[in-house]
């Protein structure tokens, strides 16, 4: 614990701190879905994409991006990742400028191929936790996502 003193102000003690902490956490977490999303060939961020994409049905780029809380150029760079993999496709948006995206079929076997991994990853941060503060967890993380 570092409880620090700064003339004039009252102790603060950081490790109690939100932004460290949940980076920390963050970081641990990614870790752990990464190395399972690695033994097929990705990460587990591409996972995430090829998730929104396959959910959405002709959302734009900037409207994944806000389901992925991404900013639309981290997207954009995921994006253009996975079409060179031959996991994604592109096309023009009905109205407007933007794109739409599409799983290949290549792309929804690499996702069938993921799914049990991602599985795996939920239920080893659940057993960790346990169920209650599992649950907890992910109601707490929802509500810090609205800041």
Known sequence: MCICTV???EEDDFSLCVLDNA???????SRHYDRLARTV???AGQFSVLVVIRQAREE???????RLSM???TLVRNVALLERKGLVTSNPAHKGRGKTYLLTPRGSELFDQALP???QA???VETLLGKENF??????????SEL
């Open 7 to 9: 003339k004039g102000m």
């Open 23 to 29: 980076r920390k956490a963050a970081r641990a977490v």
């Open 41 to 43: 060939g990705m990460t």
């Open 60 to 66: 734009t780029t900037g409207q994944l991006a806000d």
């Open 71 to 73: 900013e639309r150029t």
């Open 117 to 119: 991994l991602w599985r």
């Open 122 to 124: 939920q239920r080893d």
């Open 135 to 144: 649950t907890k967890a992910l109601g707490a993380l929802k509500q810090l």
